[in-house]
């Protein structure tokens, strides 16, 4: 399955989160650290929520960029 991942620059290094997992996070200096450490922390998150006996949550967030004129 595939998430969406929102990648935000904040003052000295990068955060990230995943619209349809919340909770699910993770900070690095740089776009591509911050995304690995994302990917860690999902699998993580999943297997918790597997340990308990919750449902994995379906992936549905969409990105689009606009333009204004």
């Given at each position: 399955m595939d998430?969406m991942?929102?990648?935000e620059k904040?003052g000295?290094?990068?955060?990230?989160y995943?619209?349809d997992?919340?909770?699910?996070?993770?900070t690095?200096?740089t776009?591509?650290e911050t995304?690995?450490?994302?990917?860690e922390a999902l699998?993580?998150h999943?297997q918790?929520?597997?340990e308990?006996?919750?449902?994995?949550?379906?992936?549905?967030?969409?990105?689009?960029?606009?333009s204004?004129s």
């Open positions: 998430y991942a929102v990648i904040t000295d290094n990068f955060s990230a995943l619209p997992v919340p909770g699910c996070v993770a690095g200096d776009p591509e995304l690995k450490l994302l990917s699998k993580l999943f918790g929520l597997t308990d006996g919750s449902p994995l949550p379906e992936p549905s967030a969409r990105s689009q960029y606009i204004i």
